[in-house]
C-alpha cells in the first residue's frame, strides 16, 4: 500500500491529545482515522469504533492504517495484557510505526505502560514514546484538581515542595505529529516539559494572580493521597498514582528538556501563559 493511500490510526481520538493529534495531522491533509469507543466524528478523520475492551474493534481499526498513535487504556494497571496483542496484530496488518504516550514518570519496563514501552522497539522498526510531564490541563475542565478548586479554592496532593515541569496539551500533540510524520522516526523515548519546574504552590499562586481567586495548595500524605483516589480507580492504580506524587516531592520531575524546542522549532508554552488562554473557559 503507498503511503498516500495510507491511514494514520488516532487511538483516544476524543481525548486530551488524541483530539489534537487527530486535528494538526488532518490540517496537514493526511488521512486519519479517529479511533473512539462510539466512533465519535472528529472533523478532517474518518471515524471509527476502538475499544480496548473489545477485540474485536481492532481489525477494522487497523484497516489501511500503516501508522499508530497509541493511548493506553484509562486507569488499567496493566495495560500490557491488551496492548501487546493489539500491537502484534497491529504489525501483521501492516502498520509499521508506534508512537506510545506514556509518562515522564515511568521508564522502560516500569510499571503499567512501561511494559509496552520496553516491548515497542522489537515490535515495530519506527517508533517513539512520548513521556510528557504532567499535563497543565489537569487544572482545566473536569479534572481532579479543577473540580477542587472549583468546589473550595484547595489543589490536594502528596507532592509537598517538589517541583514538575508542567505542559501545554497542544505542545504534547506537536511532538506526536513530528514523531509521526517526519521521514526518520525518532526510535527512541522523549522526555517532554514545559519550560520552567513549579510546584504545586507555584501553580496555586499563578491561577490566583490569573483569576483573581485565592487558590491553595493543601499537602496531604501518601495513605490520604492514595485513600482519596481509592474513590474513582482501582486500589492499585490509586497506589501507583500517589506513588507518583511522593516521586515528586523527592525531586523526580524537577526538570526541564528542549524536547518540544528542538522537534517543533518553538519553544513550549509557559503555564502563565497557558492560565490566560484559558481563564474564559475556567469557571473558578
Do not use: C
Not at 93 to 103: F, K, T, Y
Amino acid at each position: 500500500m503507498r503511503e498516500s493511500q495510507s491511514f494514520t490510526l488516532v487511538i483516544g481520538a476524543t481525548g486530551t491529545t488524541g483530539s489534537r493529534v487527530a486535528a494538526r495531522l488532518g490540517a496537514t491533509g493526511r488521512r486519519v482515522k479517529a479511533a473512539s469507543r462510539r466512533a465519535t466524528p472528529v472533523d478532517g478523520a474518518s471515524p471509527v469504533r476502538f475499544d480496548w475492551d473489545d477485540p474485536a474493534s481492532f481489525e477494522g481499526a487497523l484497516e489501511g492504517a500503516d501508522r499508530v498513535y497509541l493511548i493506553p487504556p484509562i486507569g488499567s494497571p496493566d495495560p500490557a495484557a491488551v496492548m501487546l496483542p493489539f500491537l502484534r496484530q497491529a504489525r501483521t496488518a501492516g502498520v509499521h510505526r508506534a508512537v506510545l504516550l506514556s509518562s515522564s514518570a515511568i521508564p522502560a519496563g516500569g510499571p503499567a505502560v512501561g511494559q509496552v514501552h520496553q516491548a515497542l522497539p522489537d515490535l515495530f522498526s519506527q517508533w517513539a514514546v512520548l513521556r510528557p510531564s504532567w499535563f497543565m490541563q489537569n487544572f482545566t475542565a473536569d479534572h481532579a484538581h479543577a473540580r477542587t478548586i472549583r468546589a473550595d479554592g484547595t489543589i490536594r496532593t502528596a507532592t509537598g515542595e517538589g517541583r514538575v515541569g508542567f505542559v501545554d496539551a497542544d505542545d504534547i500533540a506537536a511532538v506526536a505529529v513530528h514523531a509521526l510524520t517526519e521521514a526518520q522516526a525518532p526510535n527512541t523515548d522523549l522526555i517532554i516539559t514545559g519550560p520552567q519546574a513549579l510546584s504545586y504552590g507555584d501553580v496555586a499562586a499563578v491561577l490566583t494572580q490569573v483569576t483573581g481567586r485565592t487558590i491553595t495548595h493543601r499537602r496531604l500524605t501518601y495513605e490520604q493521597m492514595r485513600d482519596r483516589l481509592a474513590a474513582d480507580v482501582p486500589a492499585e492504580f490509586a497506589a501507583l498514582l500517589a506513588g507518583m506524587d511522593h516521586a515528586i516531592a523527592e525531586g523526580a520531575e524537577d526538570r526541564t528538556t528542549d524536547t518540544v524546542q528542538r522537534l517543533t522549532g518553538r519553544p513550549p508554552r509557559s503555564f502563565r501563559a497557558f492560565a490566560e488562554r484559558e481563564m474564559i473557559r475556567i469557571r473558578y
